[in-house]
C-alpha cells in the first residue's frame, strides 16, 4: 500500500506537467503571420492577386483563401503550381509562377495566407 501512494503522486505529476503542452494549439505565431504578411509584398503578390480590394484582379483574390485551402495545398500552390493546377478541374486563366524562397519564408507565407479567413 505504501508503494501505491507515492505512484500515484507521480502519475499525477506526469499529467499535469504533460497536460499544458497537449493543450498548446498548433497556430502560427503572429510573428510568423508578420513575416508572411511582409514576404507578400516583397514577392509583389499583389502584381497578380487582390486582397482587401487592394492588387490586381488578374489572378484570384484571396480574401478568405485560408477558409478554402489545407495549408498543405497552399504550399503546393507556391512551391509547385504546375501540380497544383494539376489537380484542378477549371484551370486558372493566369499560370501561377512558382516561389523561388527558403523553406521558413515559404512557411511564413503560407502562415499569412492561412490566416485569411472568413
Request: net charge positive; charged share 25%.
Amino acid at each position: 500500500m505504501r508503494m501505491l501512494v507515492p505512484v500515484s503522486v507521480f502519475a499525477a505529476f506526469v499529467v499535469t506537467a504533460a497536460a499544458p503542452a497537449a493543450r498548446t494549439p498548433a497556430v502560427p505565431q503572429a510573428a510568423q503571420i508578420e513575416a508572411g504578411k511582409a514576404l507578400y509584398d516583397t514577392q509583389k503578390c499583389r502584381t497578380c492577386h487582390m486582397i482587401g480590394g487592394v492588387g490586381s484582379k488578374a489572378s484570384s483574390a484571396l480574401d478568405g483563401v485560408g477558409s478554402k485551402l489545407t495549408a498543405a495545398d497552399m504550399k503546393l500552390w507556391l512551391t509547385d503550381p504546375d501540380a497544383m493546377t494539376a489537380k484542378l478541374k477549371t484551370k486558372p486563366k493566369v499560370k501561377m509562377k512558382k516561389v523561388t524562397l527558403k523553406d521558413p519564408d515559404v512557411d511564413a507565407l503560407v502562415a499569412y495566407l492561412m490566416s485569411l479567413k472568413k
